[in-house]
């Protein structure tokens, strides 16, 4: 095997550009997602080093100090992060010319010609769902006999080989957590609404769910959920209690959409009862009573879910397929059995006014969820979205992030514009955490916990810093 580094390169300070996060992009609070692209084939290559570099503080220099004697380097990219990531792999080039640079991601893998083409430093990009290509790469197969591979040939004309199957296996794909706890450091990775230290990670890969501007179903994972076993999940997260012991809180089941299968998460959740850990998961704000009770008895602590928005069409016009009083059912039965929810809501969707803006903050303040996150809608390349917004003329000529990682609207519609998008993140987070009814909930977690009372209060201080950068950011312009 050649001696093989996974690299997700230092970047905008702040900036959670190589998780799998909803969007890369800088957020309100400090946070961190675990680097599940890269974890997964790092796992599957003896012998190999995981290297996540902006959780760990770690620079350009310390990269290069522990890239000096790799053979192989694949980093994970992102749209917003790629003109920096490029910058790395000039310096590891620099450094080693030897040295085989290639990338792997959503962006590079709907477009490897182009990316090699605009960036003549690196050798290859890894297609679509990766993990058996980055080990044929590090086992020195030859380049064009490895499926999902693009790449420059001796000449440095670039070719392309077949396309790979999805991995439909999961069985035998081994668990990440043991990389984890060898090469990245627990305690660096942050989640506002995760007990710390936490630890994310899938069960599987791919979401039925045809949701236009999801990113990583359109891009990578696909529309089946291909999944491991509840007996392998199990033994994974019996191997994890004896790896950790009781330095995680909470585990994070970070599949796309883990209730899905509703007698899998059950029978998943019996093993986590078993093993006496709490955990939460993504789910769908339609599931029923009776399978929510069952998982809150085994361990459940909280959801991930997204809202997405408060009008019943801009949810028809992105394919989300969920009602909105299917929502507010779904909420009281969470409420009744003691469930946290964490609501993820998306400003800019097609087609955003000024009006369906106000239902948004009206929704989420109803249905109350613990905590919430407001995104801006991000038409990523290889998204149903991304194709609308060309056909329609709706991008603006603003990237997405600005050059302090802070994400930026690169949409505008016919009666709202890119500065109002912006605008109404800031408008939305006040509105729903400045009431008695969401700052109260908070408070007494505060109260309970001396950890949460010392987070919270930094979490404050981060937040406000963040509204301000926003409102500077705006003001530039």
């Given at each position: 095997?050649?001696?093989?580094?996974?690299?997700?390169?230092?970047?905008?300070?702040?900036?959670?550009?190589?998780?799998?996060?909803?969007y890369?992009?800088?957020?309100?609070?400090?946070?961190?997602?675990?680097?599940?692209?890269?974890?997964?084939?790092?796992?599957?290559?003896p012998?190999?080093?995981?290297?996540?570099?902006?959780?760990?503080?770690?620079?350009?220099?310390?990269?290069?100090?522990?890239?000096?004697?790799?053979?192989?380097?694949?980093?994970?990219?992102?749209?917003?992060?790629?003109?920096?990531?490029?910058?790395?792999?000039?310096?590891?080039?620099?450094?080693?010319?030897?040295?085989?640079?290639?990338?792997?991601?959503?962006?590079?893998?709907?477009?490897?010609?182009?990316?090699?083409?605009?960036?003549?430093?690196?050798?290859?990009?890894?297609?679509?769902?990766?993990?058996?290509?980055?080990?044929?790469?590090?086992?020195?197969?030859?380049?064009?006999?490895?499926?999902?591979?693009?790449?420059?040939?001796?000449?440095?004309?670039?070719?392309?080989?077949?396309?790979?199957?999805?991995?439909?296996?999961?069985?035998?794909?081994?668990?990440?957590?043991?990389?984890?706890?060898?090469?990245?450091?627990?305690?660096?990775?942050?989640?506002?609404?995760?007990?710390?230290?936490?630890?994310?990670?899938?069960?599987g890969?791919?979401?039925?769910?045809?949701?236009?501007?999801?990113?990583?179903?359109?891009?990578?994972?696909?529309?089946?959920?291909?999944?491991?076993?509840?007996?392998?999940?199990?033994?994974?997260?019996?191997?994890?209690?004896?790896?950790?012991?009781?330095?995680?809180?909470?585990?994070?089941?970070?599949?796309?959409?883990?209730?899905?299968?509703?007698?899998r998460?059950?029978?998943?959740?019996?093993?986590?009862?078993?093993?006496?850990?709490?955990?939460?998961?993504?789910a769908?704000?339609?599931?029923?009573?009776?399978?929510?009770?069952?998982?809150?008895?085994?361990?459940?602590r909280?959801?991930?879910v997204?809202?997405?928005?408060?009008?019943q069409q801009?949810?028809?016009?992105?394919?989300?397929?969920?009602?909105?009083?299917?929502?507010?059912?779904?909420?009281?039965?969470?409420?009744?059995?003691?469930?946290?929810?964490?609501?993820?809501?998306?400003?800019?969707l097609?087609?955003?006014?000024?009006?369906?803006?106000?239902?948004?903050?009206?929704?989420?303040?109803?249905?109350?969820?613990?905590?919430?996150?407001?995104?801006?809608a991000?038409?990523?390349?290889?998204?149903?979205?991304?194709?609308?917004?060309?056909?329609n003329?709706?991008?603006?000529?603003?990237?997405?992030?600005?050059?302090?990682?802070?994400?930026?609207?690169?949409?505008?519609?016919?009666?709202?514009?890119?500065?109002?998008?912006?605008?109404?993140?800031?408008?939305?987070?006040?509105?729903?955490?400045?009431?008695?009814?969401?700052?109260?909930?908070?408070?007494?977690?505060?109260?309970?916990?001396?950890?949460?009372?010392?987070?919270?209060?930094?979490?404050?201080?981060?937040?406000?810093?963040?509204?301000?950068?926003?409102?500077?950011?705006?003001?530039?312009?």
């Amino acid at each position: 095997m050649k001696k093989t580094l996974f690299l997700s390169p230092p970047s905008f300070d702040g900036f959670d550009g190589g998780a799998g996060s909803r969007y890369q992009a800088k957020r309100e609070i400090t946070s961190f997602w675990y680097p599940t692209w890269l974890a997964q084939p790092a796992a599957l290559v003896p012998g190999s080093k995981l290297v996540d570099a902006p959780p760990h503080g770690q620079t350009i220099d310390d990269v290069l100090k522990i890239a000096k004697d790799y053979e192989l380097v694949i980093m994970h990219t992102s749209t917003p992060s790629l003109a920096n990531d490029i910058k790395c792999a000039e310096a590891l080039k620099a450094q080693n010319p030897a040295v085989a640079v290639g990338l792997i991601g959503a962006h590079v893998a709907v477009l490897p010609e182009q990316t090699l083409r605009d960036n003549p430093v690196i050798d290859f990009v890894c297609r679509h769902e990766f993990d058996y290509t980055c080990k044929d790469l590090a086992a020195g197969e030859p380049w064009d006999q490895i499926k999902g591979l693009s790449y420059r040939d001796h000449d440095r004309n670039i070719q392309h080989t077949p396309d790979r199957d999805l991995i439909h296996d999961w069985d035998a794909m081994p668990s990440v957590l043991p990389t984890y706890a060898r090469d990245l450091d627990i305690t660096k990775y942050f989640i506002g609404y995760l007990l710390h230290p936490y630890i994310s990670f899938y069960t599987g890969r791919g979401c039925p769910a045809k949701c236009s501007f999801c990113l990583w179903p359109q891009t990578i994972g696909g529309h089946q959920y291909r999944t491991k076993s509840p007996e392998v999940v199990g033994r994974e997260l019996s191997e994890a209690k004896a790896i950790f012991g009781d330095r995680v809180r909470e585990y994070m089941f970070d599949d796309d959409t883990f209730t899905i299968d509703k007698h899998r998460a059950i029978a998943i959740s019996e093993h986590m009862k078993r093993l006496k850990l709490t955990w939460s998961c993504n789910a769908r704000a339609n599931l029923d009573y009776d399978t929510l009770k069952q998982l809150r008895d085994n361990g459940l602590r909280l959801l991930l879910v997204g809202f997405e928005s408060g009008n019943q069409q801009i949810l028809n016009n992105i394919n989300k397929g969920i009602k909105l009083e299917a929502a507010r059912q779904f909420m009281k039965h969470c409420r009744d059995l003691g469930i946290t929810v964490h609501g993820t809501f998306i400003i800019g969707l097609p087609i955003e006014t000024r009006a369906t803006i106000e239902e948004t903050i009206r929704f989420a303040c109803e249905i109350s969820p613990h905590t919430i996150q407001v995104s801006i809608a991000a038409p990523y390349p290889g998204t149903e979205l991304y194709q609308q917004a060309i056909a329609n003329g709706w991008f603006s000529d603003q990237a997405l992030v600005a050059t302090s990682g802070i994400q930026t609207s690169t949409l505008h519609y016919p009666d709202l514009s890119s500065a109002e998008i912006e605008d109404a993140v800031e408008q939305m987070y006040r509105r729903f955490y400045f009431r008695p009814k969401a700052i109260v909930p908070i408070v007494r977690e505060m109260l309970g916990d001396r950890q949460i009372l010392m987070r919270r209060l930094r979490e404050g201080g981060e937040f406000f810093s963040y509204l301000k950068e926003r409102r500077n950011q705006a003001a530039v312009k």
